[in-house]
């Protein structure tokens, strides 16, 4: 399932490091995209917009529904 999260808070590339390995964690297949001039991050993931997007706010992001 593709989903496009809203993640706030990314200012460099070891934010988006730290966003993409947060999903990687729990689904070591998901595909993952960002692009944090927009706050967005794209996901190709099996598991449930809210297990990737708590995830992503465990390591301190915001996620906006």
């Known amino acids: 399932m593709n989903l496009t999260l809203t993640v706030t808070g ?5 934010c988006e ?10 689904d ?3 595909l993952v995209s960002i692009d944090r001039a ?9 598991l449930p917009r809210e297990a990737l997007a708590k995830a992503i706010a465990e390591e301190g992001y915001g996620v906006a529904d």
């Open 10 to 14: 990314m200012t460099c590339g070891h």
């Open 17 to 26: 490091r730290a966003v993409k390995n947060a999903v990687l964690q729990i």
């Open 28 to 30: 070591p297949q998901a």
């Open 38 to 46: 927009a706050n967005r991050v794209d996901v190709d993931s099996a």
